[in-house]
């Protein structure tokens, strides 16, 4: 059987699962409602302390009290690959010791008011793994 004609099929990951992938990458989205809309900005991401820190092109000002921020890894070729979504109350990082610090260890997309510095303090840690199911 070929591996195309193998079907796929989504594995939950335990939580202690979805935040090793979570560390092992650095780039992500971060998901929140504005106006009725819902946006979503690249970012780039730590994990340090409990906490997902990350740095995107979005005013500070725009970013709610709580929002998402979702990392995955996909195999275009394969269809396979995973995702994890953390889910939490946000603040914006003021400390201007601690932005200083994020500023120099996570790159940033663009400079000026639309870079900010967020800690996702997670409420909810979800990921899954894309697999292809055995064949029988």
Known sequence: M????????????????????????ALGRLVYPQREQTVLR?????WEFGRLVVRT????????TA???HVDELRAATGTGWTVTVAGPVD????????AHYQRTLAGWAHGPHDTLL???????????LTRAEAS
């Open 92 to 99: 914006v990082i003021t400390d201007p010791d601690e932005a």
């Open 2 to 25: 070929s591996t195309s004609a193998v079907p796929l099929r989504m594995v939950e990951v335990s939580g202690a699962e979805a935040l090793w992938l979570l560390e092992g990458s």
């Open 57 to 64: 092109p979005a005013p500070c000002t725009a970013v709610p």
């Open 42 to 46: 690249p970012g780039r991401h730590t």
């Open 119 to 129: 800690r996702l303090h997670p409420k909810t840690v979800t990921g899954f793994r």
């Open 67 to 69: 929002a998402t921020y």
